[in-house]
């Protein structure tokens, strides 16, 4: 009597992956890329737009150029006018002093690199369609705020952080305002945009916050 035949060995089956479950993993990162990377991208042009605007750093600093006020009247006078004129470069001096206050303090300006990274990382360029899950919890969106409100109280209030910031401002707004009122403005002359429209260079300088993707 003949015996059966013997069946074919069976080979393991991968099923592959389909394109579209490999796109949608891919796209479950914890931040949305291209709204941070257009975030970044207006920074850079916003800040490169307006000191392209600044004024010649030995136009500020000509010595010749300064002298003592005679009332309080007239340095007023001289301080308005040359904020109209030196503003870009009156910003990058309030930014170089609040700079030096918090490299001065590596620990304070990690604190506040570290509430800017949750701000970034956690509320504003968040995918939407994802929650904040910590611990084994998910938190919604309003909690997720009302966290990062209160941690940011905490790191600013609570740590030498807030007075660095203040200090480093009022530092750069000595050296403006002590500037401005002994730098003569008789030399100096706007041009017509410029004296149409004062606040340009912050408006532009800010224009970053309305990235599209972001909740600012």
Excluded: K
């Excluded at 941070?36 to 916003?46: E, G, M, N, T, Y």
């Excluded at 001289?78 to 009156?90: A, D, K, S």
């Excluded at 938190?139 to 740590?159: H, P, Q």
């Amino acid at each position: 009597m003949a015996s059966a035949p013997t069946p074919p060995p069976l080979l393991p089956v991968t099923n592959p992956t389909p394109a579209g479950s490999a796109a949608a993993a891919g796209s479950d990162a914890p931040i949305a890329t291209p709204a941070f990377r257009l975030f970044l991208s207006r920074i850079s042009d916003s800040a490169r737009r307006s000191l392209s605007d600044r004024r010649p750093w030995a136009e500020m600093v000509d010595r010749s150029a300064f002298s003592r006020p005679d009332s309080l009247s007239d340095a007023t006078s001289r301080l308005r006018r040359n904020l109209t004129y030196f503003r870009v470069n009156y910003t990058a001096v309030v930014a170089f002093a609040l700079g030096a206050s918090l490299l001065a303090h590596p620990f304070s300006l990690l604190i506040l690199l570290g509430v800017l990274a949750a701000w970034c990382f956690l509320y504003i360029f968040r995918a939407s369609d994802q929650p904040v899950a910590l611990f084994g919890r998910t938190f919604s969106d309003r909690e997720t705020l009302l966290g990062l409100v209160g941690a940011s109280i905490v790191a600013f209030f609570f740590t030498p952080v807030a007075s660095l910031i203040i200090s480093g401002m009022l530092v750069g707004a000595a050296i403006v305002a002590a500037h401005g009122a002994f730098r003569m403005p008789e030399d100096l002359f706007l041009d017509d945009a410029d004296a149409a429209n004062p606040n340009s260079a912050a408006q532009g300088l800010l224009s970053f916050l309305g990235a599209p993707g972001s909740r600012v």
